[in-house]
C-alpha cells in the first residue's frame, strides 16, 4: 500500500491567495516535478479579472508542460476564456446546469461539505469529481462543515467519481485519508504558509 500511496499523483493542490511575484511560477514548476500534483486549483478571491487571466495564462503553460488539470474556482466563464482543463463550484457559485452549458466535456467539481444529500445531488449532476470535508481545521479558511471517515466510506460505498478531501490536510495527517480511499487531497495553506518548510520541502514529506 505504501508504494502505491508514494507513485499516485494524489495531491489537488490549490494556489496560494495572493500571487505576489514571479519566483511563484518557478516554485510551481519545482513542486509539478515531484510528480505528486494532478490537479492545480487557481483561487485568487481578491485578484481582478484582468490580474487573474494574466495569471492564468502562465499557470495554464506550466500546468500543460507537466501534465497536471489546470482548474478554475468559481468561474466557469472565466475558465473557459482561459481555456482552463475546468472549473470547481462550491455550493454558492452558478448552478451545475449551467456551468456544463458553458465548459461542455471540461471537469467540473463539486464542495459537498459533510452532506451525504449534496453528494447525491453531485453524483445525479455526473460531477466530474466530489470535494468533501473539512477533515481538520485549516489556516486557509474558517472550517463551517467538518466531515468524518464515515461518511468518507459511505460515499465511496456508493460511487466511483473520485472524491477530493480537504481541510487543514497536512504531513501527519494525509496517509490516513489515502488509506480511506480519498482519491485526492485539496492541499493549500501546508505548502504556502508552512513557518517549517519551503513549498518543496513540504510536498516531498508527502510520501
Known amino acids: 500500500m505504501k508504494n502505491k500511496i508514494i ?18 511560477y518557478k516554485q510551481l514548476e519545482d513542486l509539478f516535478k515531484t510528480k505528486k500534483i494532478s490537479f492545480f486549483q487557481l483561487r485568487l478571491k481578491r485578484e481582478s479579472k484582468k490580474n487573474i487571466l494574466l495569471i492564468g495564462k502562465k499557470i495554464r503553460k506550466i500546468c ?15 475558465a473557459k476564456k482561459l481555456v482552463s482543463d475546468g472549473c470547481h463550484l462550491g455550493q454558492k457559485d452558478m448552478k451545475f ?10 471537469t467540473i467539481g463539486t464542495t459537498c461539505h459533510n452532506s451525504l444529500a449534496l453528494v447525491k445531488k453531485a453524483i445525479k449532476n455526473k460531477a466530474s ?26 460515499v465511496k460505498r456508493i460511487t466511483n467519481i473520485p472524491i477530493v478531501a480537504i481541510g487543514g490536510i497536512n504531513n501527519t495527517n494525509y496517509k490516513n485519508l489515502l488509506l480511506n480511499k480519498a482519491n485526492f487531497l485539496a492541499i493549500s495553506g501546508y505548502i504556502w504558509k508552512n513557518i517549517k518548510y519551503k513549498p518543496l520541502e513540504a510536498i516531498k514529506k508527502l510520501k
Open 7 to 24: 507513485k499516485k499523483k494524489f495531491v489537488y493542490l490549490i494556489s496560494p491567495n495572493k500571487i505576489k511575484n514571479n519566483r511563484f
Open 64 to 78: 500543460k508542460k507537466y501534465k497536471v488539470k489546470f482548474i478554475i474556482n468559481d468561474d466557469p466563464i472565466l
Open 97 to 106: 446546469f449551467k456551468a456544463k452549458k458553458i465548459l461542455k466535456n471540461k
Open 129 to 154: 469529481y466530489i470535494a468533501i470535508g473539512a477533515f481538520n481545521s485549516s489556516s486557509t479558511k474558517k472550517v463551517k462543515f467538518k466531515a468524518s471517515m464515515k461518511l468518507l466510506k459511505e
